[in-house]
């Protein structure tokens, strides 16, 4: 049986972690918080979200062209890691680059902000807003 082509590339143990991680060959970041069965819904020609197939629930996402992303914000490298370190970028900050990039709807604005719950998911917004008229 032939060897697969990223074999080198898996190191560890294997199993599931809930943790972003960056594929260089696809140029694209993923990240699944549940090890469940996921139905995909492409949200623009950048982000990908995953749903849980049982509850329809944001659960995880991809993100593409992440070096096209960081080089449009003067950054030439790429590390993905659960933490951000003064060098490294939040996936936070990469979801909002990431949306910057596209035409504003509530479509796409809706599935980063599923995008953002599914890392943060115990972050609870800051201020409620009133829908009554401002006058």
């Keep these: 049986m032939a060897k697969h082509f990223l074999a080198d590339e898996m190191t560890g143990e294997r199993g599931f ?9 696809g140029d694209c970041v ?11 819904e492409r949200i623009d020609d950048i982000l990908t979200l995953y749903y849980s197939i049982e509850g329809r629930r944001p659960v995880g996402f991809q993100l593409k062209g992440v070096k096209h992303l960081m080089q449009r914000h003067g950054c030439n490298t790429v590390a993905v890691t659960g ?10 900050l990469l979801l909002m680059i ?26 609870k917004p800051a201020i409620s807003v009133d829908a009554a008229p401002v006058s």
């Design 17 to 25: 972690k809930a943790e972003p991680w960056y594929n260089k060959y």
């Design 30 to 40: 993923v990240f699944k918080s549940e090890d469940v069965g996921v139905v995909a």
């Design 83 to 92: 933490a951000a370190t003064e060098n490294e970028i939040k996936i936070s």
């Design 98 to 123: 990431a949306y910057d990039a596209g035409p504003r709807n509530i479509q796409r604005r809706l599935g980063y902000a599923n995008a953002h719950e599914v890392v943060y998911p115990s972050q």
